[in-house]
């Protein structure tokens, strides 16, 4: 009978453990690595059951009175005014239909005029100015002037309006008008109040405004309800130089120079991201919003879309610069100087059409895109 050999069983076991233990430790290393790099992966799986549902646009330009020529070469504004567009050059305010067609045209005496469309309605107004003007495709609805020197305007889509002016004895003053132009607020404060978004149903606002923090420029918000005259919440600093506030039920985006952020409506800021690069554009539509970045050194062009204001953004990255991006009804469009992409909000293509490198931006209608070029208008048909 042969002896039993209690060593060679131990190393074994041993052996065993070892193999186990390392099993263990590779498919930990495995499932850290997918876990760091989802942004990468996780967006292509989500979007693998779309791919048959992308719609390639042919990206044909129209005719007829396509493409619409524009004097002033490319320093003038476009943006969509319902079922129609506007356009401002240093001279004149022109509405246009889907065809092309000359709706009406106003001559303005702005010298640095600024426009912003919303609810049906255009507002214009001279930074730096005293007065402001609101227009339709058929007259011009009411004009409103001021003693003091305007430092932007904006409007609601239920046509409320948002004057902040200079003040003598403020930082600046903020006026704010019913449909009819009849004030209903007026706030006068000591903080520099660089941009401001009315909230839903234009009971309210938030405001923006930029100061010093530990040394650094930083951005602080705050929502006021118009029929209380208080604040309802106020913000910490974000550290950037903020662009543009958006307003959403639970708080505000804020798009800043170089970098963005979610405040949540009791003031805490609950995500920040710092670009890579330079800011090409950024948009944000109810709680959803994306940046475009340069980084033109490293050749790096990166799309970073924000489903909400808890998680960490989605990062696209392209082989080309990126020109602008605008979020609409729960959809990214984002143009480079070759293609038009729209994504959903699971990472998913939903549709891409090709462009020329001549334009410098585009707006979105419901049907179309209006493509901005050098003294020019294109339009292209975009499903998605």
Known sequence: MAEYDGSAVTNK?????????????????????????????????????????????????????????????????????????????????????????????KQHGYTNPVMRCAGGSVLVYESGGDDFCIE??????YTKNFGTNIMFVRMSEEGYIAAVTTSRNYDCEIFIYDTKGNMIYERKCFEHVNDLCFNEESAGCTISFINAQDGSISTFAEEINFSQGDEIWKSEGLDTVGLDIYSHN???????????????????????????????????DGIQSAVAVNNYPRRKYILAVFPNSTKKPMEFEFDQPLID??????????????????????????????????YSGFVRSSEHIYLKGFNKIDRIDYKC
């Open 325 to 358: 991006v605008t979020v609409k009804d729960d959809i990214i469009y984002v143009m480079s100087k070759e293609m038009i992409i729209a994504y959903d909000f699971t990472g998913a293509v939903r549709a891409t059409a090709e462009i020329s490198d001549s």
């Open 136 to 141: 339709n495709a058929e007259d011009t609805v």
């Open 250 to 284: 639970s708080g505000a985006f804020v798009l800043g120079l170089d970098a963005c952020g979610y405040i949540e409506n009791n003031g805490e800021i609950v995500s920040f991201y710092r670009y890579d690069g330079e800011l090409a554009g950024g948009s944000s």
């Open 13 to 105: 076991k041993k052996r065993s453990r070892r193999i186990k233990a390392f099993i263990f430790l590779l498919i930990a290393v495995i499932v850290a690595g997918l876990y760091f790099s989802r942004n990468i992966w996780l967006p292509k799986i989500r979007g693998v059951n779309h791919q048959h549902d992308v719609i390639i646009n042919d990206g044909v330009l129209a005719r007829g009175n396509y493409p619409i020529e524009v004097s002033g070469g490319n320093d003038f504004q476009l943006d969509c005014v319902g079922e129609n567009f506007a356009v401002l050059t240093d001279a004149y305010l022109f509405f246009y239909n889907q065809k092309g067609e000359i709706i009406r045209k």
